[in-house]
């Protein structure tokens, strides 16, 4: 069965210091991986996600991440946080099909002025 | 203006009472998904459907129902069977069958139970 664990349910990093939010999984085949966000009251907003390729995965808002498959895991990382950046991430998996993606139980990050 | 929209926003629920909760897209997806938000337990999935007409139970199924008579609407109805109904309640769409496909999630309806 796929699962994702984030180890730290909290961050906190101080505006302008480089960011980063754990994420590991465990798939039986190719892991098809996502970041997602969500503010308080909110839906999830999709960040970005690796699908096969480069290692290192661009997306929204200026957040990257980078796969890693000795280490099966997805870290999410940004150069310089903004105070805006404050939010709950949720890191998810999925193996095969158009299955369910699996989520992790999501860290909640703070960045602090 | 496409998208999911989920309602009502805030739902209050006497206890005994069944409530549905409404889940609509207008972006032509294929499946659709309901997922349960509880602090700190992330996301779980309580049913899911990859066609019109069919759906199955995900992981905390219990206590709530389905249908999906039509390819945009996907209600979920929280019966009085439910022992722990308060919570927030997101509803997804992907489209097709390939697996890269992320997941759109609408705005959520907070529901709680008095």
């Known amino acids: 069965a796929q699962s994702v664990a984030q180890p730290e349910d909290q961050v906190n990093v101080a505006e302008g210091n480089p960011l980063t939010v754990k994420c590991t999984y465990s798939v039986s085949g190719n892991p098809y991986l996502f970041w997602y966000v969500q503010y308080p009251n909110r839906g999830l907003q999709f960040l970005l996600k690796?699908?096969?390729?480069?290692?290192l995965v661009k997306g929204s808002y200026g957040f990257e991440a980078e796969f890693n498959k000795s280490q099966t895991s997805f870290h999410l990382k940004k150069p310089s946080a903004l105070v805006s950046d404050s939010a709950l991430y949720f890191c998810a998996v999925r193996d095969w099909g158009n299955t369910p993606l699996v989520f992790g139980k999501g860290t909640r990050l703070s960045v602090i002025a | 203006d496409g998208g999911i929209t989920q309602s009502p926003k805030y739902l209050f629920r006497k206890e005994g009472q069944n409530v549905t909760l409404s889940c609509e897209q207008n972006?032509?997806?294929?499946?659709m998904y309901w997922y349960r938000q509880d602090p700190g337990q992330g996301l779980r999935l309580i049913y899911y459907?990859?066609?019109?007409?069919?759906?199955q139970k995900g992981d905390i199924a219990e206590g709530y129902s389905v249908s999906r008579e039509k390819k945009e609407s996907f209600p979920l109805t929280v019966t009085s069977a439910q022992k722990n109904p308060t919570a927030f309640y997101l509803c997804a769409s992907s489209p097709g069958q390939e697996n890269h496909n992320e997941q759109f999630f609408g705005p959520g309806t907070r529901l709680t139970v008095l």
């Open positions: 972006l032509n997806h294929d499946a």
């Open positions: 690796y699908i096969t390729g480069d290692n």
């Open positions: 459907s990859q066609i019109v007409n069919d759906f």
